[in-house]
């Protein structure tokens, strides 16, 4: 889930501007590239979201809906046309064309710019303006899923090395300073083709420590934090009358990953019994407030592909998970090869949430000479988790705050 605290009513006291209809939001660190093309970090995309405007977007239940664009065709299977809005403006006042639209994907296939992006547009071929309001993608090859690689932002025609620095986008918010490591200014962009926004501006405070962050909502000088309070920060700062919690359905999940190449993990015996030693309701009771929900798969339940009816592990200790085409072990303990699960879920101190979601199972073969496989969380990127996941027989990730909590 997501979660946002806001304030009802602030005593104003140290705020980093006076005029009270200015917005002051909670961040955890500072953007690392606000270059669109660039910036994944999740503050960047933030930010992202508010100075530019995708080509398409995701609706409530992640279908790929129009946002620049005005209409997506397909004529054939390699071909996809879109037709875009007219009239919207960048925040410099130039219009949006064709032209933007194509230097933006171009740029991603160009070697030049080092994006982490770039590999979803391997199957594109060529980019072209078919006239001022229309671009055709075509393919290398059919690929049907390709529209939601078009949710992503239109920078403007010739944004160069320097674009971070000052970004340009056709959002509701347009960009002031970034004060490094301290707060981003934004302000209302009064010709943004959606209505200009009924605030003065927001700005984007800088706060690493989660304490800090709700100590800063629960004096006033911070108007706003999104998904970004510890679930018990956030149980005690709900207990207070002046403060608002919001709560929305998210599409964060958290899960381990296992490698396959490892000659235990190969075993779905091994990988079942590490299933069913995952007490998720107890990690989501415990760790998570209730903050989210068990995850059955990679899809969100609001997902219009989401599918209830998948297989799922619920937690018990004592299941042994045996090899189909073995009979069973009875008391002949030493030719047997089932997997047994033991259970080694603990409560770990606060604070370390961030540090260790949980110590979630381990999955041992019975038998000679097998040896017991270790599974640990650790927080990191996907390209992180990927890097790390190929060394050793096991790693694990820790997704962002809120979201589902599966294992797989």
Same mark, same amino acid.
């Given at each position: 889930?997501?979660?946002?605290?806001?304030?009802?009513?602030?005593?104003?006291?140290?705020?980093?501007?006076?005029?009270?209809? =200015?917005?002051?939001?909670?961040?955890?660190?500072? %953007?690392?590239? *606000?270059? #669109? $093309?660039? !910036?994944?970090?999740?503050?960047? &995309?933030?930010?992202?979201?508010?100075?530019?405007?995708?080509?398409?977007?995701?609706?409530?239940?992640?279908?790929?809906?129009?946002?620049?664009?005005?209409?997506?065709?397909?004529?054939?299977?390699?071909?996809?046309?879109?037709?875009?809005?007219?009239?919207?403006?960048?925040?410099?006042?130039?219009?949006?064309?064709?032209?933007?639209? =194509?230097?933006?994907?171009?740029?991603?296939?160009? %070697?030049?710019? *080092?994006? #982490? $992006?770039? !590999?979803?547009?391997?199957?594109? &071929?060529?980019?072209?303006?078919?006239?001022?309001?229309?671009?055709?993608?075509?393919?290398?090859?059919?690929?049907?899923?390709?529209?939601?690689?078009?949710?992503?932002?239109?920078?403007?025609?010739?944004?160069?090395?320097?674009?971070?620095?000052?970004?340009?986008?056709?959002?509701?918010?347009?960009?002031?300073?970034?004060?490094?490591?301290?707060?981003?200014?934004?302000?209302?962009?009064?010709?943004?083709?959606?209505?200009?926004?009924?605030?003065?501006?927001?700005?984007?405070?800088?706060?690493?420590?989660?304490i800090m962050r709700g100590l800063e909502l629960r004096k006033g000088t911070m108007d706003v934090v999104v998904n970004d309070l510890a679930p018990d920060i956030l149980y005690q700062l709900g207990q207070d009358p002046r403060l608002q919690l919001v709560q929305s359905p998210g599409t964060d999940f958290q899960y381990i990953g296992v490698n396959l190449r490892d000659p235990i993990l190969n075993d779905v015996r091994v990988r079942q019994a590490i299933a069913y030693a995952i007490d998720r309701?107890?990690?989501?009771?415990?760790?998570?407030?209730?903050?989210?929900?068990?995850?059955?798969?990679?899809?969100?339940?609001?997902?219009?592909?989401?599918?209830?009816?998948?297989?799922?592990?619920?937690?018990?200790?004592?299941?042994?998970?045996?090899?189909?085409?073995?009979?069973?072990?009875?008391?002949?303990?030493?030719?047997?090869?089932?997997?047994?699960?033991?259970?080694?879920?603990?409560?770990?101190?606060?604070?370390?949430?961030?540090?260790?979601?949980?110590?979630?199972?381990?999955?041992?073969?019975?038998?000679?000479?097998?040896?017991?496989?270790?599974?640990?969380?650790?927080?990191?990127?996907?390209?992180?988790?990927?890097?790390?996941?190929?060394?050793?027989?096991?790693?694990?990730?820790?997704?962002?705050?809120?979201?589902?909590?599966?294992?797989?």
């Amino acid at each position: 889930m997501l979660a946002a605290l806001s304030l009802l009513a602030s005593a104003c006291l140290h705020r980093p501007i006076e005029n009270p209809n =200015v917005i002051v939001v909670g961040v955890t660190s500072g %953007p690392n590239n *606000l270059d #669109p $093309r660039i !910036g994944t970090d999740d503050v960047s &995309q933030k930010i992202g979201q508010l100075v530019f405007n995708n080509l398409m977007t995701l609706d409530e239940h992640l279908r790929v809906v129009p946002d620049l664009a005005e209409r997506l065709d397909h004529p054939d299977p390699t071909t996809w046309v879109v037709a875009l809005r007219h009239g919207v403006r960048f925040h410099d006042g130039h219009e949006l064309t064709a032209a933007d639209v =194509v230097f933006t994907f171009r740029s991603l296939l160009d %070697p030049a710019l *080092l994006s #982490p $992006r770039k !590999g979803a547009y391997r199957m594109v &071929q060529t980019i072209d303006a078919r006239d001022r309001y229309t671009v055709v993608f075509t393919l290398k090859e059919p690929f049907g899923s390709f529209p939601v690689n078009l949710v992503f932002p239109i920078v403007p025609d010739g944004a160069g090395p320097s674009f971070h620095e000052r970004p340009i986008g056709t959002g509701p918010y347009r960009f002031v300073r970034y004060a490094v490591d301290d707060r981003v200014e934004l302000e209302p962009f009064a010709d943004y083709f959606g209505g200009r926004p009924a605030n003065d501006g927001l700005v984007l405070r800088v706060v690493p420590d989660d304490i800090m962050r709700g100590l800063e909502l629960r004096k006033g000088t911070m108007d706003v934090v999104v998904n970004d309070l510890a679930p018990d920060i956030l149980y005690q700062l709900g207990q207070d009358p002046r403060l608002q919690l919001v709560q929305s359905p998210g599409t964060d999940f958290q899960y381990i990953g296992v490698n396959l190449r490892d000659p235990i993990l190969n075993d779905v015996r091994v990988r079942q019994a590490i299933a069913y030693a995952i007490d998720r309701n107890a990690i989501i009771t415990y760790l998570r407030r209730g903050l989210a929900i068990p995850a059955t798969g990679l899809l969100p339940p609001v997902s219009w592909a989401f599918d209830p009816d998948v297989t799922t592990f619920q937690y018990d200790p004592a299941t042994v998970v045996r090899h189909p085409a073995e009979p069973a072990c009875g008391r002949d303990r030493a030719r047997c090869s089932d997997v047994r699960v033991r259970d080694v879920l603990r409560r770990r101190p606060e604070g370390q949430l961030s540090a260790l979601h949980a110590a979630v199972g381990r999955g041992r073969r019975r038998g000679p000479r097998h040896p017991s496989a270790r599974v640990s969380l650790r927080a990191g990127s996907t390209a992180r988790i990927q890097s790390r996941l190929l060394p050793g027989p096991v790693r694990g990730s820790r997704a962002r705050q809120g979201g589902r909590i599966g294992g797989r």
